[in-house]
């Protein structure tokens, strides 16, 4: 298994523009997280997957973000209408249960520029 | 609300020398801590970690112990290799939930 994956690895933009990223998790790992990192902070959680089942979203991920996970395995990250403000990196994780007691597997990210 | 706080980087040691990163959390009740670490170009790695008070993390030499009184999770490592190099973010969890609350990472760069 050659951990988490995610594609691309940077995108530029123009505001306005829609974006996708794709995350391929660990095969066995029925749980999925998607977090943002903005320059000088720590990662800030966006959404979770359980299988298919998207089961929260923080109110961080606005109107313009929409996040699938069809048939429980891989998941996309889609922003409409990108703005300056959506520039960070993107991180999916992935993990067999809940992560205070497993940890997450981190992929190295999407790195988003809104020009 | 629950958060972490972590010493500003970058700290920049030379090879050998001693560590610490300091992290303190707040937070109601005694939630699960985490070091994590990011080397140039990867994702973030799960370090070490400690699930309740008192108890102590440890992996690649580095240690965390996990102190109630103060509410800290410092990490230490007592001699620090040029393969150190990355950024370490301290982070909390609560047990039976799936979301982390991550401090703002702290830079190490060991120069040879």
């Known amino acids: 298994d050659t951990g988490v994956s995610q594609d691309p690895r940077h995108k530029i933009t123009k505001r306005g523009q829609n974006v996708t990223f794709r995350c391929d998790p660990i095969?066995?790992?029925?749980?999925l997280y998607w977090y943002r990192q903005t320059l000088g902070q720590g990662p800030e959680f966006l959404t979770y997957?359980?299988?298919?089942?998207?089961?929260?979203k923080s109110r961080l991920l606005s109107d313009r973000f929409s996040a699938e996970r069809p048939k429980g395995s891989f998941s996309t990250l889609e922003i409409q209408r990108t703005e300056q403000g959506d520039s960070a990196m993107y991180l999916c994780?992935?993990?067999?249960?809940?992560?205070?007691?497993?940890?997450?597997?981190f992929g190295s990210g999407t790195r988003l520029t809104v020009v | 609300g629950d958060s972490v706080t972590q010493m500003e980087g970058p700290v920049t040691l030379s090879e050998e020398a001693c560590l610490t990163i300091?992290?303190?959390?707040?937070?109601?009740?005694?939630?699960?801590l985490f070091w994590y670490v990011q080397y140039p170009g990867e994702g973030l790695q799960l370090l070490l970690k400690?699930?309740?008070?008192?108890d102590k993390g440890s992996n690649k030499g580095f240690e965390a112990t996990y102190r109630k009184e103060t509410t800290s999770f410092h990490l230490e490592k007592g001699s620090v290799q040029v393969s150190d190099s990355a950024v370490y973010f301290c982070?909390?969890?609560?047990?039976?939930?799936?979301?982390?609350?991550f401090g703002t990472g702290t830079r190490l760069k060991v120069l040879a």
């Open positions: 095969s066995e790992h029925n749980r």
């Open positions: 400690a699930t309740k008070a008192d």
């Open positions: 997957f359980q299988n298919e089942a998207q089961l929260e």
């Open positions: 994780a992935s993990s067999l249960a809940a992560p205070a007691n497993y940890g997450y597997t």
């Open positions: 982070a909390l969890s609560w047990p039976g939930t799936y979301k982390y609350i």
């Open positions: 300091n992290c303190t959390y707040t937070a109601t009740g005694y939630p699960s």
